[in-house]
């Protein structure tokens, strides 16, 4: 349940997303470019 929400982003193109093998395996989620314009007022 806890991943659904940052993949959903991602596909929408408001987050990228970075795997790193190894263990323990560890994935970084980011603000994508895109969505940076949407956060500024």
């Known amino acids: 349940?806890?991943?659904q929400r940052p993949k959903q982003l991602q596909r929408?193109?408001?987050l990228t997303r970075a795997a790193?093998?190894?263990l323990p395996?560890?994935?970084e989620?980011?603000?994508a470019?895109?969505?940076a314009v949407c956060t500024r007022s």
């Open 1 to 3: 349940m806890l991943t």
């Open 12 to 14: 929408d193109g408001l």
């Open 20 to 22: 790193y093998a190894g």
């Open 25 to 27: 395996l560890r994935v």
């Open 29 to 31: 989620y980011a603000l």
């Open 33 to 35: 470019p895109s969505a």
